[in-house]
């Protein structure tokens, strides 16, 4: 009997309409589109719009995509793990949430929170279900609406971050199609270089949090950026090697979304020409658990069943992580 693999059998995507360009945040904070471009590869990202919408509402559409391309109805959906750092509510679960509004009723599900590593730790998590012979359909969505924590009077961050949803669709593969290896890690000594000042436990909200603007995200660039070239471009070409393959073997590198240099870095190290890396930063910039979803939906024509792809990623506090699998349709 063969082994089963957890294969990505559809993918879905949404960005809103909103464009936020570099031309925009010239007038809100002292940048200039020369710089942002050169320092990050971004030109424009998008933001979601409107009263009582959340990160669940950018999911929903991307996913009914899904569905509707794989031809089944979200009550088949066994698992949702929903991977995002920007969830509607601190409890329910935006999974709950998410189910509720699309009709899963006959799935359970989590949030996880990994930052921007968070999709392929959703992936590499669900694809053990999958794995185990215990559910036929599990769904990993990685949504975040980034633009709810971002101080626009910020040039660290408002430049970098947009809103955005990605999801796959895993079920089990018996011919060698999938999930095949994955390398996970995380390292809570980064915490001080990328997160949340307050609203957690540790801290919760009070006036004094809001006047001192300590609920938006944080981040100290140079070393976020030092740690992301070593560690994203490292573990990649780790789960290379542990699987014997060269960057000839690879058809399509699928790097996290939250800088060009960093990108590139990711590209040199695993040895992978630049026209096998998967690239749309330019116009979404870092939807944080939404990159490389968005990339695989984005891309979809282009892949081919049995292709080589590897995807690599790095999030806040640290997190980061490589996944390699074979493309099953």
């Known amino acids: ?25 010239e007038t ?7 710089w942002i471009t050169t320092r990050t590869g971004i030109k424009e990202r998008r933001i979601l719009k409107g009263e009582g919408l959340a990160t669940s509402d950018l999911a929903v559409p991307a996913v009914n995509e899904l ?6 109805g979200a009550e088949e ?26 009709g899963a009723i006959n799935a359970w599900g989590w949030d996880l929170q990994a930052a921007c590593s968070g999709f392929i730790f959703g992936l590499t998590t669900g694809a053990q279900f999958i794995e185990s012979g215990k559910h036929k359909k599990v769904l990993v969505v990685g949504a975040d609406k980034m633009s709810a924590m971002i101080d626009y009077t910020d040039r660290a961050t408002c430049i970098i971050f947009g809103d955005g949803c990605g999801a796959a669709l895993i079920e089990p593969n018996d011919e060698g199609n999938g999930v ?3 390398i996970l890690r995380s390292d809570g000594a980064g915490i001080p270089f990328l997160h949340q000042k307050a609203g957690g436990s540790l801290k919760p909200a009070s006036h004094a949090t809001i006047d001192a603007r300590e609920h938006y995200a944080y981040q100290e660039g140079q070393a976020v950026f030092k740690f992301a070239v070593t560690n994203m471009a490292d573990v990649a070409a780790e789960v290379m090697e542990r ?6 073997d690879i058809a399509w590198l699928v790097p996290h979304q939250a800088n060009k240099r960093i990108i590139d870095a990711t590209a040199s190290r695993t040895g992978v020409t630049a026209d ?9 910039g870092n939807t944080t658990n939404g990159t490389i979803p968005l990339c695989l939906w984005e891309w979809e024509k282009k892949f081919k069943k049995g292709d080589n792809i590897i995807l690599a990623a790095f999030g806040g506090g640290f997190t980061w992580g490589s996944v390699y699998l074979k493309w099953a349709y």
């Not at 009997?1 to 945040?25: D, R």
């Not at 991977?83 to 509004?101: G, M, Q, R, S, W």
């Open 1 to 25: 009997m063969s082994k089963i693999h957890a294969a990505i059998t559809a993918v879905g995507g949404y960005a809103p309409e909103y464009i936020l360009t570099n031309k925009e945040l």
């Open 276 to 284: 096998k890396v998967v690239i749309n930063i330019e116009r979404y």
């Open 77 to 102: 959906i066994d698992l949702i793990i929903f991977c995002t750092t920007t969830p509607d509510l601190p409890f329910p679960a935006t999974a709950n949430i998410f189910a509720h509004k699309i």
């Open 243 to 248: 699987n014997n393959l060269t960057a000839d």
């Open 28 to 34: 809100m904070v002292d940048t200039n589109d020369e």
């Open 180 to 182: 095949i290896d994955s």
């Open 67 to 72: 569905l509707k391309k794989r031809g089944i």
